[in-house]
C-alpha cells in the first residue's frame, strides 16, 4: 500500500504564476518529508525539506508548507520559470522506527510555458 | 567529481548474463541506498547500507545480490535477470546522524531482452 500519494500525474503553468504542487500521506509517524527535482535521464536532485515540528519552509522560490492533522504538504515555486520543468517528487521518512528508509511518491511532471 | 556517480549509465543485457552496477560516493557519507524506478511506480528501496552494514532488504529477489565494501563504494550484481527487471536503477547516500536527505546518482538505464 502506497503511504506516499502524489494524485496529480502532470501540472502546467504560464511561466511568472505560481505552481503548486500536491502530496499526501497516510502514515502520522512520518516526520520529515522532501521534495526532489528530476529532468530526463538525470537521478533525482533534492530540493526542499521540513520537519514535523514546522509547517513552513522556504528557501528561495521554492516554499513547502505542511499540515500535519490533513496529512498534506505542498510545494509552493513562484514564479515559476521554464528551468523547473521537471518531474517533482515527494518524499517522507519516519527515522525512529523505520530508520532512514525514505516512502516516495510516483511524482508530478510540472511543465512551465514560457 | 560530482556527489553520487553511477556505471555504466546504460546496459543491456540478456537473462542469462551476469552483471555489476556501481556506485561511488565522494560526499563523506556514511549509508548508501539502491533504489529501483519504474515507469509509472514511485521510487522503490531495494538495500540500504548503514556504516557498511546491510540494513535493509525490502523483498527483493536474490537475482540482485548487493555488495558495500567500504562506506564510499555499493555495488549491484546482477544475474539471471526477468525482462520486468528492466528499469532505472538508482544509488543514493545521506549522513545519517544529519540531516536525512539522501542524494542520487544519475542512475543506470537497465535492459534486459
Known amino acids: 500500500d502506497q503511504q506516499v500519494k502524489q494524485n496529480s500525474p502532470s501540472l502546467s503553468v504560464q511561466e511568472g504564476r505560481i505552481s503548486i504542487l500536491n502530496c499526501d500521506y497516510t502514515n502520522s509517524m512520518f516526520d520529515y518529508f522532501l521534495w526532489y527535482k528530476k529532468y530526463p535521464a538525470e537521478g533525482p536532485t533534492f530540493l526542499i525539506s521540513?520537519?514535523?515540528?514546522?509547517d513552513k519552509n522556504e528557501d528561495g522560490r521554492f516554499t513547502v508548507f505542511l499540515n500535519k492533522s490533513a496529512k498534506h504538504l505542498s510545494l509552493h515555486i513562484v514564479p515559476s520559470q521554464p528551468g523547473d520543468s521537471a518531474v517533482y517528487f515527494c518524499?517522507?521518512?519516519?527515522?525512529?522506527?523505520?530508520?532512514?528508509?525514505?516512502?516516495f511518491g510516483t511524482g508530478t511532471s510540472l511543465t512551465v510555458i514560457p | 567529481e560530482t556527489g553520487v556517480t553511477q556505471t555504466p549509465r546504460h546496459l543491456v543485457m540478456g537473462m542469462t548474463n551476469k552483471k555489476s552496477l556501481k556506485c561511488e560516493q565522494h560526499?563523506?557519507?556514511?549509508?548508501m541506498y539502491w533504489y529501483k524506478q519504474s515507469a509509472k511506480k514511485p521510487l522503490e528501496l531495494m538495500f540500504v547500507?548503514?556504516?557498511?552494514?546491510?540494513?535493509e532488504n525490502n523483498s527483493v529477489p536474490s537475482r540482485f545480490s548487493p555488495e558495500c565494501p567500504n562506506s564510499s563504494h555499493l555495488f549491484l550484481h546482477l544475474h539471471t535477470l526477468q525482462p520486468e527487471d528492466s528499469a532505472l536503477y538508482l544509488c543514493?547516500?545521506?549522513?545519517?546522524?544529519?540531516?536525512?536527505?539522501?542524494?542520487f546518482g544519475q542512475g543506470t538505464r537497465l535492459t534486459v531482452v
Open positions: 521540513i520537519s514535523s515540528i514546522k
Open positions: 560526499l563523506g557519507h556514511n549509508a
Open positions: 543514493a547516500s545521506s549522513q545519517v546522524d544529519r540531516a536525512p536527505e539522501a542524494f
Open positions: 547500507y548503514n556504516f557498511k552494514e546491510q540494513t
Open positions: 518524499a517522507a521518512s519516519d527515522p525512529l522506527n523505520t530508520g532512514n528508509q525514505f516512502y
